[in-house]
């Protein structure tokens, strides 16, 4: 007789944590309740991004983050790069530079009908800086964001509690020097790579990318711009799309592939596809993370005003 076959291993992935390191604390507790011992501590967990921007304590949810690793050392953790995180990232001088050699100004000319409106970055160290970052650490005219119904803080991304969790004021240049090297080393070295795993009762390969992936655009360019990191795109869709990456690609019809993402603001479950984000960056909302492969879904319980 052969030996039982192991179980597959259990798969996490965590939806957008936007600086709430109460309830990140807590979506990591329950989730360490809900789970048998041993499939926790082996776990594959997968971060989908924007650990960054509107709550107020992004630098202890990198520093929560960096400790996983010695507290977990069988988990494998990987930590996938949000648009807020790829807009910090180029603001600090964290992000790799254009694999063509051009310079990061190269990315401005597609938005630069929005940089009057967005109050781009125009600080010491600009004029080489990604487009995403002069907006990441810009300063809006606007005051309120229609689309939240709340108010802006600070820039489009809401960076302002960023900074000041660094002890800096907003659009402040000493932010990279504010933050510690393990900060800039972790926002560097962020993931942007599909992961294929063994689902248990149906075999798929596991896609997890911050936003998803554009329906009608071939799928190896989109896997290729994120695999490389190529920072001569002025903005990845598959970090900060909205409706056009909201369904599973054409390429993918038909087949056994798992699409996660977080960055939408909701939950969403279609059937192989899973949108994971039911925080949003929204003070009374929680964290959510769901577990694979039983697709059970585990939110934060502390740290938000109100709970369904």
């Not at 989908?48 to 690793?69: I, M, S």
């Not at 969790?165 to 504010?178: F, K, N, Q, R, T």
């Not at 063994?198 to 360019?221: F, M, P, R, T, Y």
């Not at 909302?285 to 934060?300: D, M, N, Y």
Request: with cysteine.
């Amino acid at each position: 007789m052969s030996a039982p076959s192991a179980p597959p291993r259990t798969v996490i992935c965590v939806g957008d944590v936007h600086g709430h390191i109460t309830k990140l604390e807590s979506l990591w507790s329950n989730l360490q309740s809900a789970l048998p011992a041993g499939a926790f501590a082996t776990a594959l967990v997968i971060f989908l991004g924007d650990y960054n921007d509107r709550g107020p304590h992004t630098r202890g949810v990198l520093d929560f983050l960096l400790a996983l690793p010695r507290r977990h050392p069988a988990q494998r953790l990987v930590f996938l790069c949000g648009n807020h995180d790829l807009a910090f990232a180029a603001f600090v001088g964290a992000l790799p530079p254009p694999p063509d050699g051009s310079p990061f100004s190269a990315t401005w000319e597609e938005y630069l009908h929005n940089e009057e409106h967005e109050g781009w970055f125009r600080g010491p160290g600009y004029e080489d800086m990604h487009v995403q970052g002069r907006r990441w650490g810009g300063v809006i005219k606007e005051r309120w964001n229609p689309k939240k119904g709340l108010p802006y803080r600070g820039s489009i991304y809401d960076a302002q509690p960023t900074f000041e969790s660094y002890g800096v004021a907003h659009g402040s240049p000493d932010l990279a020097m504010a933050m510690p090297e393990e900060h800039k080393r972790f926002l560097r070295d962020l993931e942007n790579v599909p992961i294929d795993t063994d689902e248990g009762q149906i075999i798929c390969n596991l896609i997890a990318v911050h936003a998803g992936l554009e329906k009608s655009i071939d799928l190896n360019e989109q896997l290729r711009v994120l695999r490389t990191r190529d920072t001569r795109v002025p903005k990845v869709p598959m970090l900060s799309g909205r409706q056009d990456v909201w369904n599973t690609p054409k390429d993918l019809t038909g087949k056994r592939t798992i699409v996660v993402s977080g960055h939408h603001g909701q939950l969403h479950i279609d059937g192989l596809r899973f949108i994971i984000d039911e925080g949003g960056g929204y003070e009374d909302k929680p964290i959510a993370a769901i577990v694979f492969p039983s697709k059970t879904l585990i939110r934060s319980t502390e740290g938000t005003t109100s709970q369904d």
